[in-house]
C-alpha cells in the first residue's frame, strides 16, 4: 500500500476533523474512567494483601491510566492489522479511529507525568513503574499483532 503522501486542501481539512473529533471522544472517555481511580473500591482493591498499608509512592500508580493504555493500545493495534490493514495512513476513517480516538484514549505523557510524583517519593519505583508501563505496552502491541487461534 503507497500512502498518499501529497492532500489537497479538502483532503487536509477532512484529515484535520477527523483527527480532532476522534481525539476528542477519545480524550472525552479517558476522563470518564480516569473517575474511576478515585473510588474507595479501587483504594482498597489495590491495598489488598497489604497488611500495614502500602508505601506512599505505591498510591501514586496511575493504575487505571496503565490499564486504559494497555487496552488502548492492544484494541488499536488489532484494529490496524484487521479491518484498517488496507487503508491509507491518511484515510478519514483511519485518522479518526487511530490517530484520533486511540491516541485520545491512551496517554503515556499523562502517565508519565504521574510518574514525577512517584520519582520525588522513590527513585527506584518510579524506574519500576516507567519500565512496567513500557513493557505492558510493547507486550499489548504484541498481543494485538498475533493471528487468533480458531
Known amino acids: 500500500m503507497r500512502a498518499n503522501v501529497t492532500l489537497t486542501k479538502r483532503q487536509l481539512v477532512v484529515a484535520i476533523a477527523s483527527v480532532t473529533i476522534g481525539g476528542a471522544i ?28 502500602s508505601p506512599l509512592w505505591w498510591r501514586q500508580i496511575p493504575w487505571v491510566l496503565l490499564l486504559i493504555n494497555c487496552v488502548g493500545v492492544f484494541i488499536a493495534t ?26 485520545g484514549l491512551t496517554s503515556y505523557s499523562g502517565l508519565f507525568v504521574s510518574l514525577a510524583a512517584i520519582w520525588h517519593l522513590s527513585v527506584p519505583a518510579s524506574v519500576g513503574v516507567t519500565l512496567f508501563a513500557l513493557l505492558t505496552g510493547v507486550a499489548a502491541g504484541w498481543l494485538g499483532l498475533r493471528r487468533q487461534v480458531r
Open 26 to 53: 477519545g480524550t472525552l472517555l479517558r476522563a470518564l474512567l480516569l473517575r474511576i481511580q478515585v473510588q474507595h473500591w479501587f483504594e482498597s482493591l489495590v491495598d489488598a494483601g497489604s497488611s500495614s498499608g
Open 78 to 103: 488489532k484494529v490496524l492489522v484487521g479491518p484498517l490493514r488496507a487503508h491509507d495512513p491518511n484515510d478519514p476513517t483511519r485518522l479518526l479511529v487511530i490517530t484520533g480516538f486511540f491516541g
